[in-house]
């Protein structure tokens, strides 16, 4: 999963990486409260306690972005409560993935969100045209993951899985 994100970063010793995790999100909106524990307790580990605002706020937006925009029919529109539909649309099958990984390196902390979708994140949503994003009603949260994070991007994945990866980068200052 690392390669294609790479892609979009500068390049990574392999030998400098220090840590990751990982975790599966429900598809409820309460998971973005779950996401931002998760964090917290993964960033205290690797001694990071001081990067918590701002990474957890953009955890919080991307999660909250596959959460809304990322699972199909109700349980993203709305934050559903019944049981999730499967690949097949059936109730009871197995829930649509999102999962939320922090990988950590010598200088620089990733955290990528795995949602089903192939869609692009954002929509029209574009950093140089702040002005016309600010305006919106929603859609800010890029924005935001912009302004808080040292980069960003995203991937569709590959092989059998479906989807795509959204990511932020922060750089470490040792």
Do not use: I
Not at 28 to 57: H, I, K, M, N, P
């Amino acid at each position: 999963m690392l390669e294609p994100l790479r892609q979009g970063l500068p390049p990574v010793d392999p030998t400098a990486v220090s840590g990751s995790a990982s975790c599966a999100l429900p598809a409820r909106f309460e998971a973005v409260r779950g996401a931002r524990s998760f964090t917290r307790s993964t960033l205290s580990q690797w001694g990071l306690d001081e990067r918590f605002d701002d990474v957890a706020l953009v955890v919080s937006e991307l999660v909250t972005n596959a959460l809304r925009h990322a699972l199909p029919g109700d349980m993203g529109a709305a934050g559903g409560s019944g049981p999730a539909p499967g690949p097949g649309g059936g109730p009871g099958e197995a829930e649509p993935t999102v999962r939320l990984h922090l990988m950590r390196w010598s200088t620089r902390l990733v955290c990528a969100v795995r949602d089903p979708s192939e869609d692009r994140p954002g929509g029209s949503f574009a950093p140089e045209r702040t002005q016309e994003n600010c305006d919106l009603e929603s859609g800010r949260g890029l924005f935001l993951v912009d302004a808080y994070s040292d980069s960003w991007g995203w991937h569709p994945l590959a092989g059998r899985l479906t989807g795509k990866v959204v990511w932020a980068l922060f750089m470490l200052h040792e």
